[in-house]
């Protein structure tokens, strides 16, 4: 347990200060789907009488295509966080500022879809269930309005990402580019030949 506390430590000092406010961001998004997300009111005739019964169900207890949705945002923002941490070398397409911003953006209008479409609700004989929305799904939005936030931070930043692995090339060695002084060939129709350059000498091609 304590190698794996020293990971994480590890890990988020490895982190720039806008991959961390995209981390906590993440995380309290994660933290909200253990929070009331809805209302669950229940109606019955019981000998003649009519009573109800209020609830409140967490993120968990009323799965779905939306409450799946924003978890594996979270999941995924961290994932690649961590990833960034341990110096993984790939590219995603727009970058990791526009991507976290995409999945900030993505989780608000998710939330904001749950207003207009609750939780079905059932009926059947005497009694009758309805949902309605509660504080927890709000702080849900807040949360998603933040890791888009710390998205547009990581886009501003412009941080450099690892450079990716070149095939052919044993891990660890770095790449060979070519040198400023290193002069291109021109392409003729006839012969070729190299022009000085800095000292050097070029090949070109004459043209007839």
Not at 21 to 29: D, H, M, P, Q
Not at 49 to 75: C, G, I, P
């Amino acid at each position: 347990m304590s190698d794996a506390a020293a990971r994480v430590r590890e890990l988020w000092r490895a982190l720039d200060p806008r991959q961390r406010l995209a981390a906590v961001a993440a995380l309290a998004l994660f933290a909200t789907m253990f929070l009331p997300w809805y209302t669950k009111d229940t109606s019955a005739v019981i000998r003649g009488r009519l009573q109800k019964v209020d609830d409140t169900l967490f993120a968990f207890e009323a799965f779905s295509f939306v409450e799946a949705a924003v978890l594996l945002v979270a999941v995924a923002v961290l994932v690649m966080l961590a990833a960034r941490a341990a110096g993984g070398a790939f590219h995603l397409p727009g970058g990791d500022g526009l991507i976290v911003t995409a999945a900030g953006a993505w989780v608000c209008l998710l939330v904001f879809y749950r207003q207009l479409d609750k939780p079905d609700g059932e009926k059947g004989g005497e009694f009758a269930t309805d949902y309605g929305v509660t504080w927890g799904i709000f702080v849900t939005f807040l949360c998603g309005a933040l890791l888009a936030y710390a998205g547009l931070r990581l886009r501003a930043a412009h941080l450099t990402e690892p450079p990716l692995p070149v095939a052919g090339e044993p891990p660890g060695e770095p790449r060979v580019t070519r040198r400023a002084s290193e002069a291109p060939t021109r392409v003729g129709t006839s012969g070729a030949r190299r022009m000085p350059r800095d000292g050097g000498e070029q090949l070109s091609f004459d043209e007839e």
